[in-house]
């Protein structure tokens, strides 16, 4: 399992869209990509897929644009990384290859690491990376003073 591109920019936009959650404002692709230095196309690709996987909605019109379909607390990062990618991550099935104590070894390993990085990721929300991030920037802000 790796953070690819897709999933680092899904993430940034989600992180935009769960710090205005409170506002209920829905926020629009040149907004979200003007924040978080993501190309438009790209952005509106993803949002798009996010929106199929349930994990945020739609508006129409003037005001529209794109807001969580729940609350930040209760969207975890492994729903979107299987979202965007698949169940790609699931544990290797070592029936499907040759069965030598090395190999054996291998899956195990293999699949202790996937599951040891799912159970991370789910249980990581949207407001933990919110939280994370305000408080980087306190420090950062502490540092300069």
Request: hydrophobic share 40%; proline share 3%; with cysteine.
């Amino acid at each position: 399992m790796e953070l690819s591109c897709k999933n680092e920019y899904a993430l940034l936009a989600l992180i935009e869209l769960a710090s205005n959650y409170a506002s209920g404002d829905p926020l629009q692709i040149r907004q979200i990509s003007a924040q978080q230095q993501i190309p438009d196309r790209y952005l509106e690709q993803l949002l798009a897929t996010l929106r199929r996987g349930g994990l945020v909605r739609s508006q129409r019109g003037a005001k529209g644009g794109y807001v969580l379909a729940r609350e930040p607390w209760k969207i975890n990062l492994l729903e979107v990384i299987t979202c965007l990618e698949g169940a790609d991550s699931e544990p290797v099935d070592q029936d499907k290859h040759p069965q030598t104590v090395e190999n054996t070894v291998i899956y195990e390993v293999w699949n202790e690491a996937l599951l040891a990085a799912r159970s991370v990721l789910q249980q990581c929300t949207l407001q933990d990376l919110c939280e994370k991030r305000d408080a980087r920037r306190q420090l950062d802000i502490m540092y300069y003073i």
